[in-house]
């Protein structure tokens, strides 16, 4: 066996950076010192996507063809990368007394999101049905500990929540993969996906399997039947770890998607259009009608973030390289819209200790560069252009056009509307209500203002930069010729 | 003989599912779930022996899933004795702080 183990140089520079700092906490006096182990994870994770860049060009297999990396495996690592690491700038604003939810042991909890995230990019390169469960849990497990990480009522609430949930949904999964096992006798995804195409739909016990991982994936990328746990594990859960479940989570959904949907079942979606179109037009349509009436600003964001996954989904409509380039682009400039909030947001909620909206009233007086920040990241969210989220969301509905789903669009758009009126209800707290006499200027870390300014500047310019989706496109259109022969 | 085996692990699995959605003691929701993940594994343990009998794939998922569920259990209950010394309980009715 042909073993290269540098194709997983990402993977294993993320564990290590992740034993690394459990172990130089053993030599911290304080506890709660948590200055070199954030400087040593974004290190770690800088180090893990320069490795990457370093990475080939044509796909690559290692351990007899269980682990595989291609260029699209390496665009969705990086998106990975920069999440998790934009989450670690960002979360050290959450160690501050006020909140209820103040974040103890910085040392393991950055620790514990570099094992979910190695999971996560195991996950991507997986190439058979034992290494993709196994990093799935990798990339799950973990985030039912950090959700209950601060070890209040509402923290164990929302991770016992998310526990149950996440592990009926690991059930279904792994229920479908066992029918998938049945009918091609073959672990292997490339192996699976040849015998099913030979077989032609003629086995019932498929669509049982195709409707089982549905289900599983759902559960992850909160679409609509499967969305219950969202809300209650946003709310719960500490504030950078709400972030994070709805950057790098839905990410990992995404990415199960494409590796058990597209990559495996792709032939099969052609009959299944319109089932997706209407999965698509539940999901946004419940997000956004119940973000309208929450007052509080972590669940507010869970129901805001199940609107996003129904947009996502419109770009499984299509087998042509189009469909998966808006995909993975929309997470791209989802991940930096969703965080440039979630980095004013922290701050906001932790300092403050309050949560609800109108605790936003009149922020804009004391701290203009923070408002300002959230409230393009607001715009962004709602696909206002020339922002990123607008082109993000451009394509996605260039998607269904295009399969000739005219409704789905307009659908869509007045979801869009609709969304636009719920952000704009925190612009109108910040800017134009009066300010709250208790308001005071936020102190913000050097880390916090760097990881924010980036999240911000990428969601304006990501989707002015042609050379994004290009380069994405081209690397999909290569994908598509590898795995499904378009 | 295939048969009676699907049917065997459709039950438990049925079973997880009833018990999820009826059971108030958090420690038997985990159970439930237990079961459920059993019979997925039970599910591709028998598809092996029946169906592919030449190759192991099946069987060693299995014992990947074993292990994982194993895991999966352990930050569980990690959980629950955490929220059983705040509030002497693991009844899930009482979880309802949060709402709205």
């Given at each position: 066996?042909?073993?290269?183990l540098e194709l997983m140089?990402?993977?294993?520079?993320?564990?290590?950076t992740?034993?690394?700092?459990?172990i130089?906490d053993l030599f911290?006096?304080?506890?709660?010192?948590n200055?070199?182990?954030?400087i040593l994870a974004i290190?770690?994770?800088?180090?893990?996507?320069c490795s990457?860049?370093?990475l080939?060009?044509?796909p690559?297999e290692?351990l007899g063809?269980r682990?595989g990396?291609?260029?699209?495996d390496?665009?969705?690592?990086?998106i990975l990368?920069l999440?998790?690491?934009l989450?670690?700038m960002?979360?050290?604003?959450?160690?501050?007394e006020?909140?209820?939810?103040?974040?103890?042991?910085f040392?393991?909890?950055?620790?514990?999101?570099l094992?979910?995230l190695s999971?996560?990019?195991?996950l991507?390169?997986?190439?058979?049905l034992?290494?993709?469960?196994?990093s799935?849990?990798?990339?799950?497990?973990?985030?039912?500990?950090l959700?209950?990480?601060?070890k209040?009522?509402?923290s164990?609430?929302?991770g016992?929540?998310?526990?149950?949930?996440?592990?009926i949904g690991?059930?279904?999964?792994l229920y479908g993969?066992?029918f998938i096992?049945?009918?091609?006798g073959?672990?292997?995804?490339?192996?699976i996906q040849?015998t099913l195409?030979?077989?032609?739909?003629?086995?019932?016990?498929l669509?049982l399997a195709?409707a089982?991982?549905?289900?599983?994936?759902?559960f992850k990328?909160?679409?609509f039947?499967?969305h219950m746990?969202?809300p209650d594990?946003y709310?719960?859960?500490p504030?950078p770890?709400?972030?994070?479940l709805?950057?790098?989570s839905k990410?990992?959904g995404?990415?199960?998607?494409i590796q058990l949907l597209l990559?495996v079942m792709?032939?099969l979606?052609?009959?299944?259009v319109?089932?997706?179109a209407?999965?698509a037009?539940?999901?946004?349509?419940l997000g956004?009608l119940?973000?309208?009436?929450?007052n509080?600003?972590?669940r507010?964001?869970?129901?805001?973030?199940?609107?996003?996954a129904g947009?996502?989904?419109?770009?499984?409509?299509?087998?042509?390289?189009?469909?998966?380039?808006?995909m993975?682009?929309?997470m791209?400039?989802?991940a930096?819209?969703?965080?440039?909030a979630?980095?004013?947001l922290i701050?906001?909620?932790?300092?403050?200790?309050q949560?609800?909206i109108?605790?936003?009233?009149g922020?804009?007086?004391?701290n203009p560069?923070l408002?300002?920040?959230l409230?393009?990241?607001?715009?962004?969210?709602?696909?206002?252009?020339p922002?990123a989220?607008?082109?993000?969301k451009f394509f996605l509905?260039?998607?269904?056009?295009q399969?000739?789903y005219?409704?789905l669009v307009?659908?869509?758009a007045?979801?869009?509307?609709?969304?636009?009126?719920?952000?704009l209800?925190?612009v109108?707290q910040?800017?134009?209500e009066?300010?709250?006499?208790q308001?005071?200027?936020l102190?913000?870390?050097?880390?916090?203002i760097?990881g924010?300014?980036?999240a911000?500047?990428?969601s304006?310019v990501a989707?002015l930069i042609p050379?994004i989706?290009?380069?994405i496109?081209?690397?999909?259109s290569q994908?598509l010729?590898v795995w499904?022969?378009? | 003989?295939?048969?009676?085996?699907?049917?065997?692990?459709l039950?438990l699995f049925?079973?997880?599912i009833y018990?999820v959605l009826t059971?108030?003691?958090a420690?038997?929701?985990?159970?439930?779930?237990e079961?459920?993940?059993?019979a997925?594994a039970?599910n591709l343990v028998?598809?092996n022996r029946f169906l592919?009998a030449?190759?192991?794939?099946?069987?060693i998922?299995?014992?990947?899933?074993i292990?994982?569920?194993?895991?999966e259990?352990?930050?569980g209950?990690?959980i629950l004795?955490?929220?059983?010394?705040r509030?002497k309980s693991v009844d899930?009715t009482?979880l309802?702080?949060?709402k709205?």
């Amino acid at each position: 066996m042909n073993l290269s183990l540098e194709l997983m140089a990402p993977e294993i520079i993320v564990l290590a950076t992740g034993f690394l700092i459990l172990i130089s906490d053993l030599f911290q006096k304080s506890k709660n010192e948590n200055k070199a182990s954030s400087i040593l994870a974004i290190v770690g994770i800088m180090l893990a996507a320069c490795s990457g860049l370093f990475l080939t060009d044509a796909p690559k297999e290692t351990l007899g063809g269980r682990f595989g990396l291609d260029q699209l495996d390496l665009i969705l690592k990086e998106i990975l990368l920069l999440s998790a690491g934009l989450v670690i700038m960002i979360s050290p604003a959450a160690m501050k007394e006020k909140s209820e939810q103040k974040i103890t042991h910085f040392s393991e909890f950055f620790t514990v999101i570099l094992f979910t995230l190695s999971g996560m990019m195991f996950l991507v390169s997986s190439r058979d049905l034992v290494t993709l469960y196994v990093s799935l849990e990798l990339a799950t497990i973990p985030l039912f500990a950090l959700t209950a990480w601060t070890k209040t009522d509402k923290s164990g609430e929302a991770g016992v929540k998310y526990l149950i949930m996440g592990a009926i949904g690991s059930a279904f999964l792994l229920y479908g993969l066992g029918f998938i096992y049945s009918i091609t006798g073959d672990l292997g995804l490339k192996a699976i996906q040849t015998t099913l195409t030979a077989s032609q739909l003629t086995n019932p016990s498929l669509y049982l399997a195709g409707a089982l991982i549905l289900a599983g994936v759902g559960f992850k990328l909160t679409l609509f039947p499967f969305h219950m746990w969202a809300p209650d594990a946003y709310q719960g859960a500490p504030t950078p770890i709400t972030a994070f479940l709805s950057v790098a989570s839905k990410g990992t959904g995404l990415i199960l998607a494409i590796q058990l949907l597209l990559k495996v079942m792709g032939f099969l979606l052609q009959p299944f259009v319109f089932g997706i179109a209407i999965l698509a037009t539940l999901t946004m349509t419940l997000g956004n009608l119940v973000a309208v009436r929450q007052n509080n600003l972590k669940r507010f964001m869970a129901y805001s973030s199940i609107s996003q996954a129904g947009y996502l989904l419109m770009g499984f409509m299509t087998t042509k390289p189009e469909g998966l380039t808006a995909m993975v682009f929309y997470m791209l400039v989802y991940a930096l819209t969703n965080l440039a909030a979630f980095g004013v947001l922290i701050v906001h909620i932790h300092q403050t200790g309050q949560e609800d909206i109108t605790s936003l009233r009149g922020i804009s007086k004391a701290n203009p560069l923070l408002a300002l920040s959230l409230m393009i990241a607001l715009f962004g969210l709602a696909g206002i252009p020339p922002l990123a989220g607008f082109v993000g969301k451009f394509f996605l509905f260039s998607i269904a056009a295009q399969v000739g789903y005219y409704w789905l669009v307009a659908v869509a758009a007045l979801n869009s509307t609709v969304s636009l009126y719920y952000y704009l209800r925190l612009v109108r707290q910040m800017y134009i209500e009066p300010e709250n006499p208790q308001s005071q200027k936020l102190q913000i870390s050097p880390m916090s203002i760097l990881g924010l300014g980036i999240a911000t500047v990428g969601s304006v310019v990501a989707g002015l930069i042609p050379y994004i989706y290009d380069g994405i496109l081209a690397t999909s259109s290569q994908w598509l010729q590898v795995w499904l022969k378009i | 003989m295939l048969i009676s085996w699907v049917l065997v692990s459709l039950l438990l699995f049925s079973l997880g599912i009833y018990g999820v959605l009826t059971r108030r003691s958090a420690v038997g929701l985990l159970i439930s779930v237990e079961l459920m993940l059993n019979a997925a594994a039970l599910n591709l343990v028998v598809f092996n022996r029946f169906l592919f009998a030449s190759r192991m794939d099946g069987q060693i998922l299995t014992i990947f899933v074993i292990a994982l569920a194993a895991a999966e259990v352990l930050i569980g209950m990690a959980i629950l004795v955490m929220l059983f010394r705040r509030k002497k309980s693991v009844d899930v009715t009482q979880l309802s702080q949060l709402k709205h």
